[in-house]
Every structure is written in C-alpha cells, then in structure tokens.
C-alpha cells in the first residue's frame, strides 16, 4: 500500500519558518517526482515547488522562489519543504504528491497524495 504521510505544518507568526516533511511507504522514490501543492481558502490547488528525485533538480513558484526550499533524504523516502519568512499569503492546506517522471505542476497527473496538513500565517 502506497502512502505518503505528512508532518510538520501548524500556526506561526509572520517572518517566521516551518518545515514540512512528506515520507513515502511502499513507493520508490526513485525517478519519481515530489512536489509541493498549496491550497489557499477560496482557490484551488497550486504547486508551489517541486522536485526531481535522483536528480535533484528543483523548481519553485514565483510565489516561494528565494523563500521555500525543497530537498530529499533518499535514504529515508523523505522529501522537505523548508518555508522560511512565512507570509500571510502563505496560509492554507499543503500537500505533497508524487508521480513518475516528468515533473508537472498540473495536480490532476499526481497518483499519490500526502493527507494534507495545514499551515496558519499570523500577521
């Protein structure tokens, strides 16, 4: 059974930082696509940063660039977002998802999904 179990997340003051972490069970990360998806109140989801296990490139959303970083613990099937000077804009559900290569920020092409963990920017 294919899981990826999420942690981290939870409230925070603005300027401040969380990091979110998303392991995957019975899933090989290997040529795999981690990304990182925000769903705002109002809005549907967008991926805000992504990831090419194995190669380790990344990509991120004009929205996190230079804020947001995301890496991998290959040896934990682990994959991180670390969100630094956390904006309130930054508020809503995150989730993780994974897919075989290439990577995408089109949600509808990710098989398996993180059960969502909610992060609460305090101005």
């Known amino acids: 059974q294919v899981q990826l179990v999420q942690s981290g997340g939870g409230p925070v003051q603005a300027g401040g930082s969380l990091r979110l972490s998303c392991a995957a069970s019975?899933?090989?990360?290997?040529?795999?696509?981690l990304a990182w998806f925000r769903q705002s109140p109002d809005q549907s989801r967008k991926g805000i940063a992504r990831?090419?296990?194995?190669?380790?490139?990344?990509d991120y959303d004009d929205s996190v660039e230079g804020r947001f970083t995301i890496s991998q613990d290959k040896d934990k099937d682990t994959v991180y977002l670390e969100m630094k000077d956390l904006k309130p804009e930054d508020n809503g559900l995150y989730y993780c998802?994974?897919?075989?290569?290439?990577?995408?920020?089109?949600?509808?092409?990710?098989?398996?999904w993180g059960q969502g963990t909610q992060v609460t920017v305090s101005s």
């Open positions: 998802a994974a897919r075989p290569w290439p990577c995408s920020w089109f949600d509808k092409v990710f098989d398996y």
């Open positions: 019975g899933y090989a990360l290997d040529r795999k696509c």
């Open positions: 990831i090419y296990v194995d190669k380790d490139e990344k």
